[in-house]
Protein backbone atom coordinates (compact mmCIF):
# COMPACT_ATOMS: atom_id res chain seq x y z
CA UNK A 1 0.00 0.00 0.00
CA UNK A 2 1.34 3.57 -1.03
CA UNK A 3 0.46 6.37 0.77
CA UNK A 4 0.02 9.72 -1.54
CA UNK A 5 0.55 13.41 -1.01
CA UNK A 6 -2.33 14.36 1.74
CA UNK A 7 -4.62 16.72 0.13
CA UNK A 8 -5.97 19.89 0.80
CA UNK A 9 -9.47 18.78 2.48
CA UNK A 10 -9.00 15.35 4.89
CA UNK A 11 -10.97 13.49 7.17
CA UNK A 12 -10.59 9.86 8.99
CA UNK A 13 -13.49 6.74 8.76
CA UNK A 14 -13.35 3.79 9.81
CA UNK A 15 -14.96 0.29 8.40
CA UNK A 16 -15.45 -2.37 11.00
CA UNK A 17 -16.89 -6.38 9.81
CA UNK A 18 -15.63 -9.06 7.65
CA UNK A 19 -13.63 -6.12 5.43
CA UNK A 20 -11.18 -7.99 4.55
CA UNK A 21 -11.65 -11.82 3.33
CA UNK A 22 -14.52 -10.27 1.59
CA UNK A 23 -12.17 -7.65 -0.09
CA UNK A 24 -14.71 -5.12 0.78
CA UNK A 25 -11.70 -2.57 2.25
CA UNK A 26 -9.80 -3.45 -1.29
CA UNK A 27 -12.84 -1.99 -2.85
CA UNK A 28 -12.97 0.98 -0.58
CA UNK A 29 -9.19 1.86 -1.18
CA UNK A 30 -9.71 1.39 -5.33
CA UNK A 31 -12.49 3.59 -5.08
CA UNK A 32 -10.92 6.63 -3.10
CA UNK A 33 -7.86 6.12 -5.66
CA UNK A 34 -9.83 5.88 -8.65
CA UNK A 35 -11.68 9.66 -7.72
CA UNK A 36 -8.65 11.01 -7.52
CA UNK A 37 -8.29 10.94 -3.35
CA UNK A 38 -5.54 9.76 -1.13
CA UNK A 39 -5.77 7.66 1.93
CA UNK A 40 -3.74 6.44 5.13
CA UNK A 41 -4.26 3.71 6.83
CA UNK A 42 -4.14 4.94 10.62
CA UNK A 43 -5.28 1.22 12.12
CA UNK A 44 -6.04 -2.23 11.34
CA UNK A 45 -7.45 -4.66 13.70
CA UNK A 46 -7.40 -8.02 11.81
CA UNK A 47 -9.89 -10.75 12.94
CA UNK A 48 -7.95 -13.89 13.77
CA UNK A 49 -10.34 -16.27 13.32
CA UNK A 50 -13.72 -16.16 10.35
CA UNK A 51 -16.33 -15.45 12.73
CA UNK A 52 -13.48 -11.80 14.22
CA UNK A 53 -14.43 -8.89 12.59
CA UNK A 54 -11.69 -6.50 11.37
CA UNK A 55 -11.47 -2.71 12.47
CA UNK A 56 -9.87 -0.13 10.10
CA UNK A 57 -9.28 3.43 10.48
CA UNK A 58 -8.14 5.51 7.21
CA UNK A 59 -7.18 9.24 6.81
CA UNK A 60 -8.95 10.28 3.85
CA UNK A 61 -8.03 13.62 1.48
CA UNK A 62 -9.15 15.24 -1.61
CA UNK A 63 -8.28 18.16 -2.94
CA UNK A 64 -11.19 19.91 -1.67
CA UNK A 65 -13.77 20.00 0.97
CA UNK A 66 -16.91 19.16 -2.21
CA UNK A 67 -14.64 16.37 -3.63
CA UNK A 68 -13.88 14.53 -0.47
CA UNK A 69 -18.14 14.71 0.96
CA UNK A 70 -18.85 13.44 -2.48
CA UNK A 71 -16.21 10.70 -2.27
CA UNK A 72 -17.01 9.69 1.31
CA UNK A 73 -20.82 9.47 0.17
CA UNK A 74 -19.95 7.65 -2.52
CA UNK A 75 -17.99 5.14 -0.09
CA UNK A 76 -20.51 4.82 2.67
CA UNK A 77 -22.70 2.34 1.13
CA UNK A 78 -19.88 0.05 1.32
CA UNK A 79 -20.08 0.83 5.13
CA UNK A 80 -17.25 3.54 5.88
CA UNK A 81 -18.29 6.23 8.51
CA UNK A 82 -17.00 9.38 9.40
CA UNK A 83 -15.26 9.30 13.06
CA UNK A 84 -17.27 13.20 13.86
CA UNK A 85 -19.32 12.62 16.43
CA UNK A 86 -21.46 15.98 15.94
CA UNK A 87 -25.39 15.75 15.36
CA UNK A 88 -26.97 14.91 12.53
CA UNK A 89 -28.03 18.33 10.56
CA UNK A 90 -31.87 18.49 9.51
CA UNK A 91 -34.07 20.99 7.68
CA UNK A 92 -37.64 21.29 7.35
CA UNK A 93 -39.19 19.78 4.21
CA UNK A 94 -40.16 23.14 1.86
CA UNK A 95 -43.42 21.57 0.18
CA UNK A 96 -45.63 18.18 0.19
CA UNK A 97 -43.20 15.48 -1.85
CA UNK A 98 -40.22 18.23 -1.91
CA UNK A 99 -36.92 17.23 -0.01
CA UNK A 100 -34.85 20.30 0.71
CA UNK A 101 -31.47 20.84 -0.77
CA UNK A 102 -28.84 18.35 0.08
CA UNK A 103 -31.12 15.77 1.75
CA UNK A 104 -29.31 11.85 2.81
CA UNK A 105 -29.87 9.95 0.63
CA UNK A 106 -30.45 6.57 2.04
CA UNK A 107 -28.81 3.29 0.79
CA UNK A 108 -30.24 -0.33 1.96
CA UNK A 109 -27.84 -0.73 5.02
CA UNK A 110 -29.06 -0.75 8.34
CA UNK A 111 -28.70 3.29 8.75
CA UNK A 112 -28.43 5.65 12.39
CA UNK A 113 -28.67 9.52 12.75
CA UNK A 114 -27.20 11.28 15.29
CA UNK A 115 -30.08 13.62 17.43
CA UNK A 116 -29.50 15.37 20.71
CA UNK A 117 -26.20 13.30 21.25
CA UNK A 118 -28.04 9.95 20.74
CA UNK A 119 -27.51 7.67 17.54
CA UNK A 120 -30.80 6.48 16.62
CA UNK A 121 -31.55 3.53 14.35
CA UNK A 122 -33.87 4.48 11.47
CA UNK A 123 -36.66 1.93 10.49
CA UNK A 124 -36.38 -1.05 7.88
CA UNK A 125 -34.00 0.12 5.51
CA UNK A 126 -34.90 1.29 1.90
CA UNK A 127 -32.39 2.59 -0.74
CA UNK A 128 -33.14 5.88 -2.11
CA UNK A 129 -35.06 7.54 0.44
CA UNK A 130 -34.94 10.38 2.86
CA UNK A 131 -33.89 10.21 7.02
CA UNK A 132 -36.77 11.98 8.61
CA UNK A 133 -36.36 12.97 12.71
CA UNK A 134 -40.09 12.58 14.11
CA UNK A 135 -40.15 14.42 17.47
CA UNK A 136 -41.50 12.72 20.63
CA UNK A 137 -45.26 12.80 20.86
CA UNK A 138 -44.54 13.57 24.58
CA UNK A 139 -41.41 13.32 26.88
CA UNK A 140 -39.82 10.33 25.13
CA UNK A 141 -37.10 10.45 22.73
CA UNK A 142 -37.47 11.57 18.94
CA UNK A 143 -37.17 8.49 16.06
CA UNK A 144 -35.91 8.42 12.78
CA UNK A 145 -37.67 6.92 9.84
CA UNK A 146 -36.53 6.38 6.39
CA UNK A 147 -39.45 7.59 3.97
CA UNK A 148 -39.75 7.72 0.75
CA UNK A 149 -39.65 11.34 -1.10
CA UNK A 150 -43.20 11.28 -2.26
CA UNK A 151 -44.39 10.81 1.80
CA UNK A 152 -42.28 13.52 2.77
CA UNK A 153 -44.82 16.53 4.53
CA UNK A 154 -44.25 19.84 4.00
CA UNK A 155 -41.95 20.55 7.20
CA UNK A 156 -40.90 17.28 8.03
CA UNK A 157 -37.10 17.44 9.39
CA UNK A 158 -34.94 15.82 6.83
CA UNK A 159 -31.57 15.15 7.31
CA UNK A 160 -28.91 17.01 5.40
CA UNK A 161 -25.51 16.31 4.27
CA UNK A 162 -23.18 13.62 5.80
CA UNK A 163 -22.26 14.21 8.99
CA UNK A 164 -24.08 12.65 11.81
CA UNK A 165 -25.05 9.61 9.72
CA UNK A 166 -23.84 6.10 9.98
CA UNK A 167 -24.24 2.85 8.47
CA UNK A 168 -23.67 -0.80 8.64
CA UNK A 169 -22.92 -4.15 6.60
CA UNK A 170 -24.69 -6.89 7.50
CA UNK A 171 -22.32 -9.84 8.96
CA UNK A 172 -21.59 -12.45 6.11
CA UNK A 173 -22.88 -16.27 7.05
CA UNK A 174 -20.18 -18.15 9.28
CA UNK A 175 -20.19 -20.86 6.42
CA UNK A 176 -17.98 -20.50 3.35
CA UNK A 177 -20.66 -21.44 0.71
CA UNK A 178 -23.07 -18.98 2.88
CA UNK A 179 -24.84 -15.91 1.87
CA UNK A 180 -21.74 -12.93 1.54
CA UNK A 181 -22.81 -9.48 1.59
CA UNK A 182 -21.19 -7.83 -1.59
CA UNK A 183 -19.27 -11.04 -2.44
CA UNK A 184 -21.03 -12.38 -5.40
CA UNK A 185 -19.73 -12.31 -8.65
CA UNK A 186 -22.27 -13.00 -11.80
CA UNK A 187 -21.36 -15.82 -13.79
CA UNK A 188 -23.00 -18.53 -16.27
CA UNK A 189 -20.45 -20.71 -15.59
CA UNK A 190 -20.79 -21.19 -11.76
CA UNK A 191 -21.69 -24.62 -10.89
CA UNK A 192 -25.71 -24.68 -11.02
CA UNK A 193 -25.91 -27.85 -8.18
CA UNK A 194 -24.25 -25.36 -5.68
CA UNK A 195 -26.26 -22.34 -6.22
CA UNK A 196 -29.01 -24.65 -6.19
CA UNK A 197 -28.35 -25.87 -3.08
CA UNK A 198 -27.65 -22.47 -1.26
CA UNK A 199 -31.14 -21.34 -2.59
CA UNK A 200 -33.04 -24.32 -0.57
CA UNK A 201 -30.62 -24.28 2.06
CA UNK A 202 -32.08 -20.64 2.50
CA UNK A 203 -35.27 -21.21 2.50
CA UNK A 204 -35.35 -24.71 4.90
CA UNK A 205 -33.40 -22.33 7.15
CA UNK A 206 -36.51 -19.47 6.81
CA UNK A 207 -39.10 -21.87 7.52
CA UNK A 208 -37.10 -23.16 10.87
CA UNK A 209 -37.10 -19.12 11.93
CA UNK A 210 -41.12 -19.43 11.15
CA UNK A 211 -41.76 -22.19 13.29
CA UNK A 212 -39.64 -21.42 16.43
CA UNK A 213 -41.49 -18.15 15.90
CA UNK A 214 -38.86 -16.02 16.65
CA UNK A 215 -40.04 -13.48 13.88
CA UNK A 216 -38.67 -13.49 9.94
CA UNK A 217 -38.31 -15.74 8.10
CA UNK A 218 -40.95 -14.99 5.26
CA UNK A 219 -40.09 -15.74 1.58
CA UNK A 220 -40.78 -13.90 -1.19
CA UNK A 221 -40.70 -14.65 -4.83
CA UNK A 222 -40.69 -12.32 -7.72
CA UNK A 223 -42.08 -13.27 -10.79
CA UNK A 224 -41.59 -12.85 -14.28
CA UNK A 225 -44.27 -14.09 -17.20
CA UNK A 226 -40.88 -16.30 -18.23
CA UNK A 227 -42.07 -18.39 -15.28
CA UNK A 228 -45.31 -19.30 -16.98
CA UNK A 229 -43.69 -19.73 -20.40
CA UNK A 230 -40.79 -21.66 -19.63
CA UNK A 231 -43.54 -24.25 -17.53
CA UNK A 232 -42.14 -23.25 -14.20
CA UNK A 233 -45.38 -22.06 -12.33
CA UNK A 234 -46.32 -25.44 -11.63
CA UNK A 235 -43.40 -26.20 -9.40
CA UNK A 236 -43.74 -22.82 -8.27
CA UNK A 237 -47.30 -23.49 -7.30
CA UNK A 238 -46.25 -26.66 -5.41
CA UNK A 239 -44.09 -24.42 -3.67
CA UNK A 240 -46.74 -22.12 -2.32
CA UNK A 241 -49.04 -24.71 -1.82
CA UNK A 242 -46.86 -26.61 0.66
CA UNK A 243 -45.66 -23.25 2.74
CA UNK A 244 -42.17 -22.59 1.17
CA UNK A 245 -43.47 -19.15 -0.13
CA UNK A 246 -45.39 -16.82 2.33
CA UNK A 247 -45.53 -13.27 -0.60
CA UNK A 248 -45.50 -12.65 -4.34
CA UNK A 249 -44.80 -9.94 -6.43
CA UNK A 250 -45.44 -9.84 -10.24
CA UNK A 251 -46.97 -8.19 -12.53
CA UNK A 252 -50.09 -8.13 -15.15
CA UNK A 253 -48.49 -10.52 -17.43
CA UNK A 254 -47.41 -13.32 -15.14
CA UNK A 255 -50.74 -13.03 -13.17
CA UNK A 256 -52.62 -13.08 -16.43
CA UNK A 257 -50.36 -15.94 -18.04
CA UNK A 258 -50.08 -18.11 -14.88
CA UNK A 259 -54.40 -17.68 -15.18
CA UNK A 260 -54.41 -18.74 -18.92
CA UNK A 261 -51.96 -21.84 -18.95
CA UNK A 262 -54.51 -23.15 -16.12
CA UNK A 263 -57.78 -22.01 -17.45
CA UNK A 264 -56.77 -23.00 -21.55
CA UNK A 265 -54.14 -24.49 -21.45
CA UNK A 266 -51.83 -21.97 -22.97
CA UNK A 267 -49.46 -19.41 -22.52
CA UNK A 268 -49.07 -16.19 -24.98
CA UNK A 269 -51.65 -18.55 -26.95
CA UNK A 270 -49.02 -20.90 -27.37
CA UNK A 271 -49.77 -24.75 -25.61
CA UNK A 272 -47.66 -25.35 -22.97
CA UNK A 273 -47.96 -29.00 -23.66
CA UNK A 274 -47.42 -29.02 -27.40
CA UNK A 275 -45.38 -25.88 -28.25
CA UNK A 276 -47.64 -24.68 -30.74
CA UNK A 277 -49.85 -21.93 -31.44
CA UNK A 278 -53.17 -22.34 -30.59
CA UNK A 279 -55.90 -21.30 -32.93
CA UNK A 280 -56.82 -18.07 -32.09
CA UNK A 281 -54.38 -18.32 -29.22
CA UNK A 282 -53.33 -14.47 -29.70
CA UNK A 283 -56.83 -13.75 -27.86
CA UNK A 284 -56.08 -16.10 -24.87
CA UNK A 285 -54.62 -13.69 -22.46
CA UNK A 286 -57.16 -11.05 -23.42
CA UNK A 287 -60.18 -13.76 -22.56
CA UNK A 288 -58.84 -14.94 -19.32
CA UNK A 289 -58.34 -10.92 -18.21
CA UNK A 290 -61.92 -10.54 -19.01
CA UNK A 291 -63.71 -13.23 -17.20
CA UNK A 292 -61.66 -12.45 -13.88
CA UNK A 293 -62.86 -8.37 -14.20
CA UNK A 294 -66.08 -10.31 -14.79
CA UNK A 295 -66.21 -11.70 -11.44
CA UNK A 296 -64.20 -8.54 -10.06
CA UNK A 297 -60.85 -9.79 -8.53
CA UNK A 298 -58.39 -13.60 -8.25
CA UNK A 299 -59.83 -14.48 -5.29
CA UNK A 300 -63.66 -14.15 -6.48
CA UNK A 301 -62.42 -16.09 -9.47
CA UNK A 302 -60.71 -18.82 -7.05
CA UNK A 303 -63.72 -19.06 -4.81
CA UNK A 304 -66.46 -19.10 -7.87
CA UNK A 305 -64.19 -22.68 -8.89
CA UNK A 306 -63.62 -20.89 -12.60
CA UNK A 307 -59.97 -20.69 -11.41
CA UNK A 308 -58.79 -24.13 -9.80
CA UNK A 309 -55.07 -24.20 -10.45
CA UNK A 310 -51.98 -22.44 -10.57
CA UNK A 311 -49.80 -19.97 -8.57
CA UNK A 312 -52.12 -17.28 -7.75
CA UNK A 313 -54.59 -19.88 -6.95
CA UNK A 314 -52.59 -21.84 -4.49
CA UNK A 315 -52.02 -17.92 -3.12
CA UNK A 316 -55.46 -17.49 -2.51
CA UNK A 317 -56.30 -21.19 -0.94
CA UNK A 318 -53.28 -20.50 1.23
CA UNK A 319 -53.77 -17.12 2.43
CA UNK A 320 -50.66 -16.13 0.92
CA UNK A 321 -50.79 -12.03 0.07
CA UNK A 322 -49.39 -11.02 -3.81
CA UNK A 323 -49.18 -7.78 -4.93
CA UNK A 324 -49.17 -7.23 -9.00
CA UNK A 325 -47.89 -3.89 -10.11
CA UNK A 326 -49.02 -2.78 -13.16
CA UNK A 327 -46.93 -0.76 -16.01
CA UNK A 328 -47.78 1.39 -19.29
CA UNK A 329 -48.16 -2.15 -21.29
CA UNK A 330 -50.75 -4.17 -19.39
CA UNK A 331 -53.81 -5.51 -21.65
CA UNK A 332 -56.89 -5.14 -19.45
CA UNK A 333 -55.39 -5.32 -16.64
CA UNK A 334 -56.37 -7.53 -14.18
CA UNK A 335 -58.63 -6.05 -11.35
CA UNK A 336 -56.17 -7.18 -8.86
CA UNK A 337 -52.90 -4.90 -10.69
CA UNK A 338 -52.42 -1.86 -9.17
CA UNK A 339 -52.12 0.47 -11.78
CA UNK A 340 -49.68 3.63 -10.25
CA UNK A 341 -46.71 2.53 -9.89
CA UNK A 342 -46.31 5.00 -6.74
CA UNK A 343 -49.01 2.95 -4.90
CA UNK A 344 -47.79 -0.11 -5.93
CA UNK A 345 -44.50 0.71 -4.27
CA UNK A 346 -46.35 1.52 -1.26
CA UNK A 347 -48.48 -1.62 -1.60
CA UNK A 348 -44.94 -3.99 -1.67
CA UNK A 349 -43.08 -1.87 1.04
CA UNK A 350 -46.49 -2.58 3.47
CA UNK A 351 -46.01 -6.04 2.78
CA UNK A 352 -42.15 -6.67 3.30
CA UNK A 353 -41.94 -7.05 7.33
CA UNK A 354 -40.50 -10.47 8.60
CA UNK A 355 -39.13 -10.98 5.03
CA UNK A 356 -35.38 -12.25 5.19
CA UNK A 357 -35.13 -14.33 2.04
CA UNK A 358 -36.44 -13.06 -1.69
CA UNK A 359 -36.19 -15.24 -4.85
CA UNK A 360 -36.28 -13.19 -8.11
CA UNK A 361 -37.44 -15.46 -11.13
CA UNK A 362 -37.02 -14.14 -14.63
CA UNK A 363 -38.04 -10.60 -14.28
CA UNK A 364 -35.94 -7.03 -14.46
CA UNK A 365 -38.98 -4.58 -14.05
CA UNK A 366 -39.87 -6.77 -10.63
CA UNK A 367 -36.36 -7.21 -9.90
CA UNK A 368 -34.95 -4.20 -9.95
CA UNK A 369 -38.78 -2.63 -8.27
CA UNK A 370 -38.08 -5.34 -5.16
CA UNK A 371 -34.36 -4.63 -5.03
CA UNK A 372 -35.01 -1.31 -4.22
CA UNK A 373 -37.21 -1.61 -1.05
CA UNK A 374 -34.86 -4.58 0.20
CA UNK A 375 -32.82 -4.12 3.19
CA UNK A 376 -29.09 -5.29 2.49
CA UNK A 377 -29.23 -8.03 4.86
CA UNK A 378 -31.97 -9.60 3.38
CA UNK A 379 -30.68 -13.21 1.02
CA UNK A 380 -31.37 -12.17 -2.49
CA UNK A 381 -31.15 -14.50 -5.37
CA UNK A 382 -31.82 -13.47 -8.79
CA UNK A 383 -32.50 -16.23 -11.74
CA UNK A 384 -32.32 -15.47 -14.99
CA UNK A 385 -31.28 -16.76 -18.20
CA UNK A 386 -30.16 -13.03 -19.18
CA UNK A 387 -26.71 -12.44 -17.36
CA UNK A 388 -27.47 -9.08 -17.73
CA UNK A 389 -30.58 -8.55 -15.18
CA UNK A 390 -28.43 -9.91 -12.48
CA UNK A 391 -26.00 -7.61 -13.62
CA UNK A 392 -28.13 -4.24 -14.08
CA UNK A 393 -29.81 -5.46 -10.28
CA UNK A 394 -26.01 -5.36 -8.48
CA UNK A 395 -25.39 -1.92 -10.53
CA UNK A 396 -29.16 -0.41 -8.81
CA UNK A 397 -27.36 -0.70 -5.52
CA UNK A 398 -28.41 -4.32 -4.32
CA UNK A 399 -24.68 -5.90 -3.82
CA UNK A 400 -25.89 -8.44 -2.15
CA UNK A 401 -28.39 -10.39 -4.36
CA UNK A 402 -26.13 -13.73 -5.48
CA UNK A 403 -27.12 -14.06 -9.70
CA UNK A 404 -27.47 -17.19 -10.84
CA UNK A 405 -27.68 -17.27 -14.53
CA UNK A 406 -29.98 -20.12 -15.88
CA UNK A 407 -33.13 -22.08 -17.41
CA UNK A 408 -35.54 -20.61 -14.37
CA UNK A 409 -37.92 -23.54 -15.22
CA UNK A 410 -35.61 -26.20 -14.86
CA UNK A 411 -34.30 -24.25 -11.76
CA UNK A 412 -37.76 -23.73 -9.87
CA UNK A 413 -38.51 -27.49 -10.84
CA UNK A 414 -34.77 -28.45 -9.29
CA UNK A 415 -35.83 -26.68 -6.35
CA UNK A 416 -39.40 -27.73 -5.39
CA UNK A 417 -37.71 -31.45 -6.15
CA UNK A 418 -35.88 -30.52 -3.46
CA UNK A 419 -37.43 -28.85 -0.97
CA UNK A 420 -41.19 -30.83 -1.48
CA UNK A 421 -39.87 -34.35 -2.77
CA UNK A 422 -40.08 -35.77 -6.08
CA UNK A 423 -43.65 -36.15 -7.53
CA UNK A 424 -44.14 -39.24 -9.34
CA UNK A 425 -45.03 -38.91 -13.04
CA UNK A 426 -45.44 -40.82 -15.79
CA UNK A 427 -41.99 -42.23 -17.36
CA UNK A 428 -40.32 -40.89 -14.50
Request: charged share 20%.
Given at each position: ????????SS????L???V??????????????D?????????????????????V???????????L?A????V???????E?????????A?????????????????????????W?????P??D???V?????????????M??????????????????????V????????????????V????P???SL???????R???????A??G?????????????????A????????????Q????????????????V?????G??????VL???G?AN?????N??R????????V?????????L???????VPF??G?S??????LP?V?????A???????????????V???????????????P?????????I??????????????????????????????S????????EPG?
Open positions: MTTAEQGAEVVHDGHVDSLLLAKVLDTIVAGATYEILELQMGTTTTDPSHRIRVSAADEAGDLLAEQVHGVNRDASDAEFVGPANGVLPDGFYSTTNLATWARVDGRIESGREMCALVVPAASSGPSTVEVPMHRVRAGDRVVTGWRGVRVEPSRADDAEGFGFMTSESSEKKAVARVATSLEARQRRNGTGGRVLAVCGPAVVHTGAPALARLVREGWVLLFAGNGFATHDIESNLGTSLVSLGEGAEHHHLRVIEVRFGSIAAAEAGWLRAGVYECVRAGVLGVRDDGPDISDTVAADAMRAQLDGVDVAMLATTLHAIATGNLLAGVETYCVDNQAVVTKLADRGSHQALGIVTDVGLFVGDLDRLCGVESR
